[in-house]
């Protein structure tokens, strides 16, 4: 071989030895070195340039930053015997890399040794408390709440713990077992919790129930009052129509006493001409061509034909 091959392949071993030897550590990494498997030195947490022995150690990498459990949904009963689903998610991180890697090795063992941590004290802290205590986080001012029904009522029954308390001695509790792993649980919440599919049928046909009943009482509301719009409306028009039935009387009776009137002064004035006129309508409204009359001479009626012949 010649000395050029030679001083490549030289090269070569020295940059393969080099990179097996160098690894860089992020801001957001924290590395366990592992020699047959097995964990050999400190944590390395400082960011930078850092080397091991090529071949034989290895690097295990894992995150500063912080990390997300999202759990799965668990049918749960309550204290007072409510099935509901439970939805709960978590942040947490790893506080010390070297436990957390020889009792779970990496994300995937946290990940399911969370599972059953925190999946369990939430099981176990539902069942020690009632529904309400689990949805409300504080108690109601009954001034600044609207009741209209019976079950609206329970908004107002008081809570000795809310949500967050509850949240926080599953916290509390949880933390106390993860600390034994190098992980520090950062949080907890529930997602989401709902009635199971039995009970959720229930609760809608109540509220349909209720709000039909609501409905009930405001037609009941709004039919009375139609009903006492409508007699109001008749009573006012029966009112008006006397008023202006004796208002006609009053004026009927008004027109009568002035015709009445005028009459009596065209009689008095001249008595002989208003019975002359008189008599000629009574002609003209009792006479025509087809009429025959048999009267005698002294007939009133005739007395001006009378005295013209």
């Known amino acids: 071989m010649s000395r050029n091959a030679l001083s490549l392949v030289i090269a070569f071993a020295v940059l393969v030895i080099v990179g097996q030897a160098a690894y860089t550590v992020s801001e957001t990494e924290q590395i366990i070195i592992t020699q047959f498997g097995e964990p050999v030195g400190d944590p390395v947490v400082s960011p930078g340039l850092h080397f091991k022995i090529p071949f034989i150690q290895r690097t295990n990498v894992f995150e500063k930053r912080f990390l997300e459990w999202d759990g799965n949904p668990n049918q749960v009963p309550t204290r007072d015997k409510r099935f509901i689903w439970v939805d709960t998610y978590a942040r947490w991180r790893i506080v010390d890399p070297l436990l957390f890697f020889q009792r779970l090795r990496d994300e995937r063992g946290a990940q ?154 065209a009689y008095n004035r001249d008595g002989e001409f208003y019975a002359f006129t008189k008599s000629l309508e009574t002609y003209e409204a009792t006479m025509d061509p087809s009429t025959l009359f048999i009267l005698g001479t002294d007939s009133e009626l005739l007395q001006f034909l009378e005295r013209t012949r």
């Open 112 to 265: 399911s040794r969370l599972d059953d941590i925190l999946d369990g004290e939430t099981r176990n802290a539902v069942a020690r408390h009632d529904l309400i205590e689990l949805v409300r986080s504080s108690n109601r001012d009954p001034d600044d709440v609207l009741i209209e029904s019976e079950e609206e009522a329970a908004i107002l029954e008081e809570i000795a713990r809310g949500r967050r308390e509850v949240t926080r001695q599953i916290l509390e509790t949880a933390a106390g077992r993860t600390a034994d792993l190098g992980i520090e649980l950062l949080d907890l919440r529930f997602k989401r919790i709902n009635y199971v599919e039995e009970v959720q049928q229930d609760v809608f046909a109540r509220m349909i129930a209720e709000r039909q009943r609501i409905a009930e009482e405001f037609r009941s509301e709004g039919q009375g009052e139609s009903a006492r719009i409508h007699g109001e409306r008749e009573r006012e028009l029966a009112q008006i129509q006397s008023e202006a039935y004796r208002r006609a009387e009053e004026l009927r009776g008004e027109a009568d006493a002035n015709a009445t009137r005028i009459y009596a002064d």
